[in-house]
């Protein structure tokens, strides 16, 4: 069985770009997470959506946007890049959002700002 | 707010040592507790994780951590080191933040080295 897949794995941009990161999760799962782990930082937690829906979202700019598809795939949108956007993004699925579900995580994509 | 503290940034061990890796949470409720590992240019891993019962809960790679309410920790544990547990390792908390969803929160991990 196919895990969490993201692509691309790295991508290289400059500052006041506008990027999209993809991710597919696991067949059946329907919630997806998106992380940003930043060197340094730790991972923090950007946005959730399950079902569709943007369940919760972190302490980010709304710059920072996304959605899910019908098929559960999601989307990470960062508008108007800056230099300290550059990390690497995760993306994580479950089951649902429930508190004991194991999020799931796909390999993630680097992104550089220049 | 939740938040989850784990003791030092970087931890070497030798082979064959024992490796112990501090969390500690806060939280006004028990909470679902997580270790994952995070191998150089990969995603993070499920290591193990504590939901109720029992309080020493075993996870892959022998790997078990021991949930203590008293002290509010998490601790992550192995015997014996291996050259291949070399690796970041993220202990994380669910809590509850509302409208019936969850939000996993991450400690800013440990680097454990592994020395031949």
């Known amino acids: 069985e196919a895990g969490v897949t993201q692509s691309p794995t790295h991508l290289i941009k400059t500052r006041g770009q506008q990027v999209t990161l993809r991710c597919s999760p696991i067949?059946?799962?329907?919630?997806v997470y998106w992380y940003q782990q930043a060197l340094g930082l730790g991972l923090q937690f950007l946005l959730w959506y399950d079902e569709g829906e943007e369940r919760n979202r972190g302490n980010f700019p709304p710059r920072f946007s996304g959605r899910q598809f019908p098929n559960y795939s999601s989307e990470l949108n960062v508008n108007a890049l800056l230099l300290g956007d550059s990390a690497l993004y995760l993306c994580a699925s479950s089951l649902s959002g429930q508190g004991a579900n194991i999020q799931y995580f796909g390999a993630g994509t680097r992104l550089s700002v220049l | 707010a939740q938040s989850v503290t784990q003791l030092g940034s970087h931890v070497s061990v030798s082979e064959g040592a024992l490796v112990l890796l501090r969390c500690n949470y806060s939280s006004s409720v028990p909470p679902y507790l997580f270790w994952y590992v995070q191998y150089p240019n990969q995603g993070l891993q499920l290591l193990l994780k504590?939901?109720?019962?029992?309080?020493l809960v075993k996870g892959i790679n022998g790997f078990e951590a021991e949930f203590k309410k008293s002290e509010t920790s998490f601790h992550l544990t192995k015997p014996s080191a291996h050259m291949s547990d070399a690796a970041e390792y993220f202990c994380a908390v669910s809590r509850y933040s509302g409208a019936g969803s969850y939000q996993l929160t991450f400690g800013k991990g440990t680097k454990l080295s592994v020395i031949p």
């Open positions: 504590y939901t109720t019962g029992a309080t």
């Open positions: 067949s059946g799962h329907t919630s």
